[in-house]
């Protein structure tokens, strides 16, 4: 459980505020995710950082900017969201080599749960 | 891109009983399967995983099979416990031509009743 750590656990926003999520790995990785889980959908990949450089940006709205400033942490900065950006935003890390070298497991962190009124 | 189906959406069986959860994909590139169960108020936790290179994985009570001419994956769990009680989400991944991120199916309540 302490492998990924996440902060704040919960966070109420107003649409026009500037927010931020952490997330922390203590497991040795060399690559972050940040996944959205909204009631009745599946988790939405949102970023894929390897090496602390952004891989994969699945067509997420720019009120989400992820920062990756080493690969223990990651951050989500938010701004100028919209009600149905509330969610449980999770965090997960993994090894990860370049190219095609295959999946790794990824292990999660307990989440954000994100209110934007 | 990669599209992952889950069935059934809740699962209600007796302690003791086996429990069953399907899972289909659309890539046939892909050659990860994870299985992730999440306890209310929790991150999900990788619980087994099997890769397209084996068929057949176990870990205790837990297994899961894979088909891949037919593209699915299943979830066994025998003797089934209440603290089995969880949502489970099967995934998949590796088709990405480097982007190692899931694709999540929708997930499974399983209820365990005493």
């Known amino acids: 459980e302490t492998g990924v750590t996440q902060t704040p656990r919960h966070l109420v926003m107003g649409m026009t505020n500037k927010k931020s999520l952490k997330c922390e790995q203590h497991l040795g990785h060399n690559a972050m995710y940040w996944y959205k889980q909204s009631a009745k959908k599946p988790l939405e990949l949102m970023f894929v950082?390897?090496?602390?450089?952004?891989?994969e940006n699945n067509s997420v709205p720019s009120r989400f900017s992820p920062e990756c400033p080493n690969s223990s942490h990651l951050f989500l900065h938010l701004h100028t969201l919209q009600p149905e950006d509330s969610a449980l935003y999770l965090c997960?890390?993994?090894?990860?080599?370049?190219?095609?070298?295959?999946?790794?497991?990824?292990?999660f962190g307990p989440g954000t749960r994100l209110t934007v009124t | 891109g990669e599209n992952v189906e889950q069935h059934p959406s809740t699962l209600s069986v007796q302690e003791g009983d086996s429990a069953v959860i399907k899972c289909t994909y659309s890539?046939?590139?892909?050659?990860?399967f994870p299985w992730y169960k999440q306890e209310l108020g929790k991150g999900p936790q990788l619980i087994i995983d099997i890769r397209s290179n084996v068929g057949e994985k176990k870990d205790q009570r837990i297994a899961v099979t894979l088909n891949k001419t037919a593209k699915h994956f299943s979830l066994h769990i025998t003797e089934t416990q209440p603290e089995d009680s969880a949502v489970y989400f099967c995934?998949?991944?590796?088709?990405?031509?480097?982007?190692?991120?899931?694709?999540f199916g929708k997930g499974t309540h399983l209820i365990i009743q005493p």
């Open positions: 997960a890390s993994s090894h990860r080599t370049s190219g095609r070298g295959g999946a790794y497991e990824q292990y």
């Open positions: 995934a998949a991944s590796g088709a990405g031509g480097g982007a190692d991120g899931l694709t």
């Open positions: 890539d046939s590139a892909s050659n990860y």
């Open positions: 950082y390897s090496l602390e450089e952004r891989v």
